[in-house]
Every structure is written in C-alpha cells, then in structure tokens.
C-alpha cells in the first residue's frame, strides 16, 4: 500500500556527379532576402571513436568525426551484393548490429510534403509538364512564388519536397535529364534547394544541393562543389571528405537515398572507389538513458526523467516529460491520437448492462456491480469520511467470456490542515478480485489494450504488468496512480495500443511508454 500526499536495388550505385552535364534552372525572381553570405567552411575534427558513441555485438566501432555540434559516423563498407531487405556489411560490422543503435532515433521520419502555414499561409507544390519537360511551380495560398523547369519526367521524381522553418520557406527540385551509353539510357538528376524563391546554388555557387530536411528545427542539406560534398547546417558549411552521396535513386534502388528523422540523417558515400554508410546527427545532445523491459508481446521502453518530474510538491512539473528530448514524445504520435475514450454507456456482457456504483452510509462505502438489476459483486471501500474527492470505481469492461471491474480502496486522515490518503487498487474478474487469485498485493491500471486485458500489479513492493495473462516484472518500486487534482497528469494514459506512465526505481523517475506499435 502507497502513501499518496495530494494526489510521470541493388548494389549500391554510386552517383557520378562529375560526369553529369548541370541543367541550367531558369532564375527566380527573389521574394525575400538571401541568406546571410559568406557560411564559413568548417573542416572536420576526428574524434576518439572508443570513448564517443558505443556500439553493440559485434560492431567494433566506426570512425567518429566531429563537425561543430554534429557528429558523423563512418562504416565502410564490404562491397557485396545486398540482400533484399536493404541489408549490408561493413568492416565493422553488419547493418543488423549498427541499426541497433540509436534505434528510437529512427522511428520518426522528418516529413517532405507537410509543412505548417507560414505567417498564416499555405505552402504547396504542384508538378505539370510541358513540351515533354517537368514544370514545379511553389504557391503561398494562391500566389505563385516559385517556377521551375526541371527538365525530362520519368520514374525520378521532380519534386522533391517542401518546409517551413520559422519565417522561412524552402524548395527542393531534381533536375533530369537521360545520356545514352552503350545502349543503355542512363538517368542524370541534379538537385536544387531554393530559400524562399532564391537558388542555394546560384548564391553560393554550388553545382548541386540535394538532401534538404529540418534537423532539429533547424536547416539542413548536402551541397556539391568542386568534386566535393558537404553540408550546411545552422548556418555553418562542412566539407565531408567524400567525392559523392548516393542520392535521387530510384525503384528499388531508392534504399540507398538518405534518409531524413528528426535529429539525424543516414546516407551512403563514396571516396577513391571505396563505399561508406555513414551516420550524421545531434547524438550527443538527443541522448537519453533507455531501458528496455520488453515482454509478454509487449514494448515497453522507460526514459530517464533528469529533472526527476514527480507528481510531489517539490518535483511537480507542468510539462512531466519536458526534460526529454522531443523525439521521444513524437515516436507514437499515431498511437496517441487512439485515447480511450471516458465511458459514458455501459457495456453489455450477455446481453446484460453492465454497470458500478458506490453506495455510502455514514461515510462508509460500498462498491456494487450490477448486471441488469441483478447484484453480482459487493466490496467494501472503507471510510471516506475525508476522501470526497476520491472516485472509487475506475471502470467496468467486458472482454469475451469475463467482465472486469475496478476498484480503489481508500483510507483517509487529516494531520492538523494536511488531508492524507492510502489508496490500493483491485481489478476483478467475474466478481474473482485478481489480487486475491495471483496473490498480488495491489492491481490497477485495467484497460483493454490492442484487444487483449493488461493491468499493472504490485507483488512485494515491486511493481510488474499483466498482459493476456503472462506477467512482466518491470523492476519499478512505483508506478504512479491514483492521484487526483493537479498531480493527475502523472497517472497512467490509455491509448487504444500503449499505455503510458510514470514510474520510480531506487530514487530515479522514469517516463515509461508500453503497446503493441505498428
């Protein structure tokens, strides 16, 4: 029992820029100032790659290379045939053990094709064709801001995407056109990143730009010049060292593209004929402590809290999950928007209503379920002489061949001004409380998840979770609950798939999400 004191395609195909012809985009009117000129040019500094981002199994390390606050990773790779599922080996290791890293980082996508209104206004792209050439022309509602002619259609797609990043507008084309070499046609594609109608290749007299995305809220893209890559980022240029980047590869060869998440991008690269899988990022600044407690077909992932955000006067915080970085929180946004819902009817079990209600006499309470008018289970609450801001039932579920009711039992006592309260929970089953049956000293937290009944227990002061019917040991010694007012936006949330939740292991607060995910 808890003391609660006022209620958490193919070979890799590398793209060979230096035998591509550039087709000449037609200059755009500029709409709004250039970006700020000259960037600085920023040569890379190596890093120790034993003390700096550890990798698991069998991956002995890549080479580290630091560049200003990002930090680029470095596989080179064992050209072999890959297999169809995009796999590859490296002299450090298989992409199986690399993508065990960082693996939350790569559940988020950075999206080319929805940016937000800017200054009230909608940003959107459409491609049409003329005289058999791609036209992309940019609209802010309906003024046109941007046209460009982007050379021969085909499977390589003109349009490349479109941001908003604070009061700034940015456009990503890929020019086409087709050689014909021994018989065999070969695509061509330079890329082009526009900044509110204004070429980044023309102002910074770059041959290509490709790869634009939003890296942390900030601007992020690949440039090549002079036989070279590199990249800008928050207003700083890096030259990488390598001679190309696969890129605007299509079919089934679009695996080896970069790919864009929210702090980070992944790429393929190339250098005195010698391939490289390269990983570049925020790693240091997006890094959090994970645990995974996985089991009982579950994932369940615990976020250390570093500001101990605890639902108590003195660790209270607005925002429980503020202290962690924001791609923790966007990893399940599809799953968040499936909230259970409160439940207004009651459900039927048998073609009966099913139904709980609290009867108090002198302030002792009693917690009746009803099928019909039929009495089928009463349990005494205890005395909640000073516990009116308590609701004792939590709610009542049906499931195939059992329904399911929950309970707390709660006690009170006023300590001078201070009102205190000891809650324990209880799940029933059929009227069989699961407490008693797994001798369990507290269950809570029911809900039907993914279609199958999860509850969260107590057993000896530690805290575990029962999902149809196989039991996980979490190592918790507290899952918060049960609080009211205020501090009730620590207790657990249920999602049609996950649930989420605040925990406590020796003195440490955690943010815990478990579910089924897609």
Not at 166 to 184: F, K, M, P
Not at 288 to 304: H, K, Q
Not at 461 to 479: H, K
Request: aromatic share 12%; glycine share 8%; charged share 20%.
């Amino acid at each position: 029992m808890k003391t609660r004191h006022f209620f958490v395609c193919i070979v890799l195909v590398t793209l060979l820029l230096t035998a591509c012809v550039p087709i000449q985009a037609p200059a755009p009117t500029p709409s709004q100032p250039l970006m700020p000129t000259p960037v600085p040019v920023i040569l890379p500094t190596a890093t120790d790659p034993s003390t700096n981002c550890p990798t698991p199994g069998a991956v002995s390390g890549p080479e580290v290379v630091q560049l200003g606050d990002l930090t680029m990773e470095i596989y080179e790779r064992i050209l072999k045939p890959p297999s169809d599922d995009g796999s590859f080996s490296t002299t450090a290791g298989p992409s199986s053990e690399i993508l065990k890293t960082r693996r939350p980082l790569r559940d988020v996508f950075s999206q080319p094709f929805s940016p937000p209104p800017l200054n009230g206004r909608q940003l959107t792209a459409v491609q049409t064709e003329s005289d058999g050439k791609a036209i992309v022309t940019f609209k802010l509602d309906e003024e046109e801001v941007l046209s460009v002619s982007c050379g021969a259609s085909g499977p390589i797609s003109n349009l490349r995407g479109m941001w908003v990043i604070g009061n700034d507008w940015y456009a990503e084309v890929a020019h086409v056109s087709y050689e014909t070499q021994d018989n065999d046609t070969l695509p061509i594609a330079l890329g082009e990143i526009f900044m509110n109608g204004n070429s980044l290749n023309e102002q910074y007299g770059y041959d290509e730009t490709f790869g634009f995305q939003p890296l942390d809220d900030k601007p992020f893209f690949f440039f090549s010049k002079d036989d070279e890559i590199g990249i800008y980022y928050a207003g700083e240029s890096h030259q990488l060292g390598f001679d190309s980047v696969t890129h605007y590869m299509c079919c089934s060869a679009a695996m080896f593209n970069p790919k864009a998440y929210l702090t980070m991008v992944t790429f393929f690269a190339q250098k005195n004929r010698k391939d490289y899988y390269v990983e570049l990022g925020l790693f240091s600044a997006y890094d959090t402590i994970v645990m995974d407690l996985s089991g009982a077909g579950l994932t369940v992932e615990a976020y250390w809290l570093e500001d101990d955000s605890w639902p108590d006067n003195e660790h209270i915080q607005s925002r429980p999950t503020g202290s962690l970085p924001g791609w923790v929180m966007k990893r399940h946004e599809s799953e968040r928007k499936d909230i259970i819902p409160y439940q207004i009817d009651p459900p039927l079990f048998e073609g009966k209503v099913l139904s709980a209600k609290q009867v108090t006499q002198n302030s002792i309470a009693t917690v009746e379920v009803l099928l019909d008018d039929k009495l089928v289970l009463s349990v005494p609450v205890s005395d909640l002489a000073y516990a009116a801001v308590m609701d004792n039932i939590e709610g009542s579920w049906v499931h195939g061949e059992h329904w399911y009711m929950e309970m707390v039992h709660v006690n009170g006592k006023m300590e001078g001004d201070i009102f205190s309260s000891i809650t324990n929970g209880e799940v029933f089953r059929s009227g069989e409380s699961l407490s008693q049956l797994f001798g369990y000293d507290e269950t809570f937290g029911f809900q039907i998840l993914a279609g199958e009944p999860f509850f969260f227990f107590n057993k000896g002061g530690q805290i575990g979770l029962n999902y149809a019917g196989e039991e996980v040991m979490l190592g918790f010694d507290e899952v918060a609950h049960h609080y009211c007012c205020g501090f009730g936006i620590y207790n657990p949330t249920h999602y049609e798939n996950m649930v989420s939740f605040f925990a406590s292991r020796d003195g440490k607060r955690y943010y815990v999400e478990a579910g089924v995910f897609r």
